[in-house]
């Protein structure tokens, strides 16, 4: 069955940086679209990134681009997001989350049938 789980979160100050992974079992990554999110306290759950299975494209929210890449080993089926210059407002539970095929509506959360259990960042000094 399909299983996603995340590590790597962590305690870091501002400036600094953490590289999550998110290990895929039960499917290849080449057919699948992974995409990160991420929910804040007393926030809803939003969109970071998300790499498309098929041709490795990826795509980035306004907020972390040139900070976040995303990126993807198939060797180990594991997808990475290496996230640097954090800042205070990053602070969330991140989570990876998986859909068969293309997703058009990558930011959409409702788009992606598996979810991780999720990993702490926090971003504070």
């Known amino acids: 069955q399909v299983q996603l789980v995340e590590s790597g979160g962590g305690l870091v100050p501002p400036g600094g940086s953490l590289r999550l992974s998110c290990a895929a079992s039960g499917f290849t990554l080449d057919d699948y679209t992974i995409g990160w999110f991420r929910q804040a306290p007393g926030k809803g759950r939003e969109a970071v990134s998300c790499?498309?299975?098929?041709?490795?494209?990826?795509y980035y929210v306004d907020s972390v681009k040139g900070r976040f890449t995303i990126s993807r080993d198939n060797a180990t089926n594991t997808v990475y997001l290496q996230m640097n210059s954090l800042k205070p407002e990053d602070t969330a539970v991140y989570y990876c989350?998986?859909?068969?095929?293309?997703?058009?509506?990558?930011?959409?959360?409702?788009?992606?049938?598996?979810w991780g259990q999720g990993t702490q960042v926090t971003v504070s000094s």
């Open positions: 989350a998986a859909e068969m095929g293309v997703v058009q509506r990558w930011i959409v959360k409702y788009e992606y049938e598996f």
């Open positions: 790499i498309i299975g098929s041709d490795g494209s990826t």
